[in-house]
């Protein structure tokens, strides 16, 4: 489908551009996505809506020109039907993960037009990760998936806060190494309070936040041999950690079994 729309445009000099091109691609699936109800060309479509949002990355387009909000209008509402089927007919937990994903494409197309601060779109970014992670955007059968996805999301926008540079990029903030450092201990305690919740994901960006301070601290300090033994011994004792987690998470799910 999407080569008849290269020809024609090719043969009657049209200029359309990428984004176009996957516009009719996708709005042209969508009666199949409605009639036939298969998941893989669900699936399909989510994807090629992914990879439509990225490429309103690009291009001439701004914020207060009608042809790009009619683009992004047809983004929000791709997402939104995308949404309401997974929860209304599919039920697939792949099909949510994409959909999950798609707000926040949304949210960087936006922010990165409006060339907003990266301090504020990482904060959105992080809030976005919490709401995923406190309310499901489907309902209870998306619980797990959206929960393990919004851990994720927060915890990389949590690891973009605990670089000072970042912090310097806000005009009001000169010097950002008090406010990382701070931001930082304040969001590991929050990542071992999830994780004596039984989130085991949130354990790996607690290693990786030890792991970044310790490299920024030890590195040019001590002898690259110790340095790399000392992190190697803190790795075998996150996973160690991370097995008693994991095994203490499958005997309270197995007592609970056993209950019911």
């Known amino acids: 489908m999407e080569a008849v729309f290269f020809l024609i445009d090719q043969t009657y ?16 699936l969508i009666p199949l996505v409605l009639i036939h109800k298969d998941l893989l060309v669900l699936l399909f479509t989510q994807i090629l809506t992914f990879i439509y949002m990225l490429t309103l990355l690009e291009g001439g387009y701004w914020i207060g020109d009608l042809r790009y909000m ?45 060339e907003w601060n990266i301090v504020a779109y ?7 990760g919490a ?3 406190y309310r499901p955007l489907l309902g209870q059968f998306a619980k797990y998936i959206s929960g393990v996805q919004g851990v994720i999301i927060m915890g990389i926008a949590g690891f973009m806060y605990s670089f000072e540079d970042l912090w310097e990029e806000w005009s009001l903030i000169s010097d950002g190494t008090t406010i990382a450092v701070v931001f930082s201990i304040a969001f590991i305690v929050y990542l071992f309070w999830l994780t004596r919740q039984g989130i085991v994901t949130s354990l790996i960006f607690i290693c990786l936040f030890i792991l970044r301070f310790y ?3 030890f590195y040019d300090f001590l002898p690259k041999s110790v340095f790399f033994i000392i992190g190697g011994g803190i790795l075998i004792a996150f996973g160690y950690y991370l097995e008693r987690v994991k095994r203490k998470k499958g005997e309270i799910e197995h007592a609970k079994n056993l209950e019911s």
């Not at 990482?122 to 976005?128: A, C, E, F, P």
Request: without cysteine; aromatic residues 16%.
């Open 131 to 133: 709401y995923l992670f």
């Open 70 to 114: 009619i683009m992004f209008g047809l983004g929000i509402l791709l997402t939104g039907t995308w949404m309401y089927l997974n929860h209304k007919v599919y039920k697939s937990a792949i099909s949510l993960f994409i959909n999950n994903l798609l707000p926040l494409i949304l949210l960087i197309v936006l922010f990165t037009r409006m």
């Open 13 to 28: 000099n049209l200029n359309l551009n990428v984004h176009d091109h996957f516009a009719m691609w996708i709005i042209g």
């Open 215 to 217: 490299f920024d601290t």
């Open 122 to 128: 990482t904060g959105i970014m992080l809030m976005y």
